[in-house]
Nanobody, 121 residues
Framework: VQLQASGGGFMQAGDSLRLSCAAS????????MGWFRQAPGKERDFVAG????????TYADSVKGRFTISRDNAKNTVYLQMNSLKPEDTAVYYC???????????????WGQGTQVTVSS
């Protein structure tokens, strides 16, 4: 499975932005996908996850109510709609996929290249 993330940019606090992650290759084997982010000098953190078939989702507390993860099976694409952006959302955002497992926060096997999101105050 190959993942291509896109949609990052330079935003103002309060803006909205949608990230996309297009999957290719063995897309039929995808069981779950997620978004993670890594701010400068920090570890990579879980942001949101979704089960590919059931659409079950989960979110980090820091983004609940502001971010929404969704997927389009026909396009093999997962999205991260980010509203009410804050400067602390500044990070490189990565999408990830796994072929098994139910935990949406851990154990991803495939990773995209990352897309930069910068939010100024």
């Amino acid at each position: 499975v190959q993942l291509q993330a896109s949609g990052g940019g330079f935003m103002q606090a309060g803006d909205s932005l949608r990230l996309s992650c297009a999957a290719s290759g063995r897309t039929f084997s995808i069981w779950r996908m997620g978004w993670f982010r890594q701010a400068p000098g920090k570890e990579r953190d879980f942001v949101a996850g979704i089960r590919w078939h059931s659409r079950t989702t989960t979110y980090a507390d820091s983004v609940k109510g502001r971010f929404t993860i969704s997927r389009d099976n026909a396009k093999n694409t997962v999205y991260l709609q980010m509203n009410s952006l804050k400067p602390e959302d500044t990070a490189v955002y990565y999408c990830a996929a796994a072929e098994e497992g139910d935990d949406l926060e851990y154990g991803y096997h495939y990773w995209g290249q990352g897309t930069q999101v910068t939010v100024s105050s």
